[in-house]
């Protein structure tokens, strides 16, 4: 992330306020993957992939990639 600029609060101002919210099939492991898409802290039009993935113990883990628009 912040190889392009960007910070943690950028991915809760997205998650806070999402302007667009889409799931967007499975991963290449079988883990479903989402698409959310908003404005980072300092207004810029980001969008954010999520993979969920749980372990044998019910524990989850949230996999995310942000890119901008």
Do not use: S, Y
């Not at 969008?47 to 949230?62: A, I, P, Q, R």
């Amino acid at each position: 992330m912040t190889e392009r600029g960007l910070i943690w609060p950028d991915v809760l101002a997205i998650l806070d306020a999402p302007a667009f919210v889409q799931r967007d099939g499975d991963d290449r492991f079988g883990r479903e993957k989402w698409l959310v898409r908003g404005f980072a802290a300092d207004g810029l039009d980001i969008e954010m992939v999520c993979v969920l993935d749980e372990d044998d113990k019910g524990n989850l883990t949230v996999f995310i990639t942000l890119f901008t628009h």
